[in-house]
């Protein structure tokens, strides 16, 4: 549904595209052969649609906790919803008692954003890598 277009306010917006000045150089036809893509110092360690998955939960998220705390997205208090730690959790409960932690100063009803974040997250699969110290 959602296109990534009109999503609110300025925010965080994350492009994947080639680099400035990559392609289309120079006076007329100085790329015949379609835009140079060097992707030499780019290691993708993570599935795409993994992280289209999270982006768009990450989006999601604001667009929630901006209604909860009734405010800005610049607005809302400092709060690390961290879904590595949520997914490590072992059952729906726990994830959802950790989330309801993190929103303790929110005066609205939060189980509604609680059940569809777990919604969200079910079947996602853990980005953090093995160096994690």
């Known amino acids: 549904p959602a296109s ?3 999503s609110g306010g300025p925010g ?5 595209q080639s680099p400035p000045g990559a392609a289309g150089e120079g006076p007329g036809g100085a790329d015949d052969e379609g835009p140079v893509r060097r992707q030499g110092k780019v290691t993708v360690k993570y599935d ?25 997205e610049e607005e809302i ?5 961290d879904v590595d730690e949520l997914l490590d959790m ?10 309801k932690e993190l929103l303790v100063d929110c005066y609205k009803p939060t189980e ?3 059940s569809g974040l777990l919604d969200k997250i079910r079947g996602m699969q853990k980005l953090s890598t093995p160096q994690k110290k």
């Open 4 to 6: 990534g277009q009109g």
């Open 12 to 16: 965080p917006r994350v492009y994947f």
């Open 48 to 72: 795409r649609k993994e992280l289209r998955k999270r982006l768009n939960l990450e989006e999601w998220i604001l667009e929630q906790l901006t209604r909860l705390y009734d405010c800005q």
């Open 77 to 81: 208090p400092e709060l690390e919803i």
């Open 90 to 99: 072992e059952s729906d409960d726990t994830r959802a008692a950790r989330v």
């Open 112 to 114: 509604a954003f609680i």
